[in-house]
């Protein structure tokens, strides 16, 4: 089993940045894809960027492409979303995601373990 805590949530002004973190404890962090998700106040949950285990190729949905990049360091067993130009409409809980496989994938339900999330908010 994994732990995942996020952090570096918080409140930024529209265009700003913002550096989340993912930190893994318990199994081998280099086992596990990893993901981001997201959600917004009375909305579902909602895929943001994945990064498979071996490869390191990275996926995002289109509402994030170009402006976030997910990225891992494997010494510190983290993974990392950095968000640049921010939009009011980024505002959600951010969570990050392990699976026990090769590939990120937008599917949650291909996740095994969750984070608590952070609460990211983007004021206009």
């Known amino acids: 089993q994994v732990q995942l805590v996020e952090s570096g949530g918080g409140l930024v002004q529209a265009g700003g940045s913002l550096r989340l973190s993912c930190a893994a404890s318990?199994?081998?962090?280099?086992?596990?894809?990893m993901g981001w998700f997201r959600q917004a106040p009375g909305k579902e949950r909602e895929f943001v960027a994945a990064?498979?285990?071996?490869?390191?190729?990275?996926y995002y949905a289109d509402s994030v492409k170009g402006r976030f990049t997910i990225s891992k360091d494997i010494a510190k067993s983290t993974v990392y979303l950095h968000m640049n130009s921010l939009k009011p409409e980024d505002t959600a809980v951010y969570s990050c995601?392990?699976?026990?496989?090769?590939?990120?994938?937008?599917?949650?339900?291909?996740?095994?373990?969750w984070g608590q999330g952070t609460q990211v908010t983007v004021s206009s």
């Open positions: 995601a392990a699976r026990v496989g090769n590939i990120g994938v937008r599917q949650q339900n291909q996740y095994d373990y």
């Open positions: 318990g199994r081998t962090f280099s086992n596990y894809a």
């Open positions: 990064i498979s285990r071996s490869t390191g190729i990275t």
